[in-house]
């Protein structure tokens, strides 16, 4: 099963009217910022079957938040003893916290690639300024991915140490960030 929080905003219109670009009478609209936490279950049949599990509209990612998307699902029967393998979530707090309440260590935990690579981006975005940059950025991105392909946590390990020493100088920032989480 996969989780995440999806930030969204929620507009609904209010009592002034104002005037459109084509000078049409429109309520003016009001927006308030929410996330979508979503449960995505995934079937190892060899299916390929996903479906969204369950899913709430929420103020915050605060593990309190979490804990009633997943007490929920636990009451619906998504538990380790009726096959529940793994748990891939983002890095947050809250909802690693809300997991570790519900389920325990009874869960295998795994943290989302896709997230971490994005967070390892994020990290270094003033490295990679510029069109001339984009290639270099593309290749770090590449280099970083083969590390989660390895086979065995020696081989990621040895890939890691690689990546580190090509990409220190250039990269500085997403290569510290990822050495430091990359659990």
């Not at 996330?35 to 605060?62: C, H, K, M, P, Y």
């Not at 890691?160 to 290569?175: C, M, P």
Request: hydrophobic share 35%; charged share 30%; aromatic share 8%.
């Amino acid at each position: 099963m996969q989780f995440d929080g999806i930030w969204v905003t929620i507009q609904k219109p209010t009592d002034t009217i104002k005037l459109d670009k084509r000078q049409r009478r429109r309520h003016q609209r009001s927006g308030k910022r929410v996330v979508v936490l979503v449960a995505l279950g995934f079937w190892n049949d060899g299916s390929g079957r996903r479906e969204v599990l369950d899913w709430q509209i929420a103020s915050s990612e605060e593990h309190t938040e979490w804990e009633t998307l997943l007490h929920r699902l636990w009451q619906r029967g998504v538990q380790p003893e009726k096959g529940l393998q793994m748990v891939v979530r983002d890095g947050s707090g809250g909802l690693g916290e809300a997991i570790a309440l519900v389920y325990g260590s009874q869960v295998i935990e795994q943290r989302c690639l896709f997230h971490k690579l994005c967070n390892v981006t994020d990290n270094c975005r003033s490295e990679f300024q510029g069109e001339q940059k984009r290639e270099e950025k593309q290749q770090f991105l590449e280099q970083a991915r083969t590390i989660y392909q390895a086979e065995s946590a020696e081989e990621a390990k040895r890939r890691l140490a690689a990546w580190a020493d090509t990409w220190r100088e250039r990269a500085s920032k997403g290569v510290a960030y990822h050495l430091n989480f990359s659990g």
